[in-house]
């Protein structure tokens, strides 16, 4: 199922750009970027459970946020671009 993963991290001290780099890392290893703090990730219910309990140990719930969209496996008409298209299709393989 396609997930889009959102995140806000408070990047006031040093240990709050330490979260978001750590944040930003792990949703790199399961999906692409869209935009800064957004990654669309193409997720079965297992990876889902174990990326959403990496990123809670790594936030601080208390001044950072993640939100969660699921947008199911036809999600292909629930997706607009528009403009200029960055990157590559979740769907893509990711070999060059």
Known sequence: ???LITYDVNT????????LRKVAKQCI????RVQNSV???ILDSAQCIKLKAILKEIIS???????FYYLGEHH???VEQIGIKKGISVE???IF
Do not use: A, H, I, Q
């Open 61 to 67: 719930e208390t001044t950072d946020s993640l939100r």
């Open 1 to 3: 199922m396609l997930v």
């Open 12 to 19: 006031g001290t040093k240990e709050g750009k330490t979260r």
């Open 92 to 94: 893509e393989p990711l």
């Open 39 to 41: 990654f669309e990730c």
């Open 76 to 78: 292909k008409t629930k």
């Open 29 to 32: 290893n399961y999906g692409t």
